[in-house]
């Protein structure tokens, strides 16, 4: 059974750094995509970064230059480093991982099926 625990959040000021920490477990796989995505009060969930299988990296617009998505496959552990933070950053944040290439879909919730719980980002101005 894939388990995903992210940590990492918490609260800092606008231009500020977190991040975030995946632990993955139980892949039966030989690869999967994962990714990152969040989801603020009253908004749908959005894809922020992604790895597809191949290793291939996808940003969203709104982070892209900011965060940073990597892997250590050894350890089965998924980051996000956040940098120059600000204020519309503020969400719960969620580790995502499905079996295969996502592609073109990873910025969509329903092409993955296996989640974290969730860290909360809050970001003040």
């Known amino acids: 059974q894939v388990q995903l625990v992210e940590s990492g959040g918490g609260s800092v000021q606008a231009g500020g750094s977190l991040r975030l920490s995946c632990a993955a477990s139980g892949f039966t796989h030989s690869s999967y995509s994962m990714g990152w995505f969040r989801q603020a009060p009253g908004k749908e969930r959005e894809g922020v970064a992604h790895?597809?299988?191949?290793?291939?990296?996808s940003y969203s617009d709104s982070v892209k230059g900011r965060f940073t998505i990597s892997q250590d496959k050894a350890k089965h552990i998924l980051y996000l480093q956040m940098n120059s933070l600000k204020p519309e950053d503020t969400a719960m944040y969620y580790c995502a991982a499905q079996a295969g290439r996502r592609g073109w879909g990873w910025r969509f919730a329903s092409h993955f099926g296996y989640w974290g719980q969730g860290t909360q980002v809050t970001v003040s101005s």
């Open positions: 790895i597809d299988n191949d290793g291939r990296i």
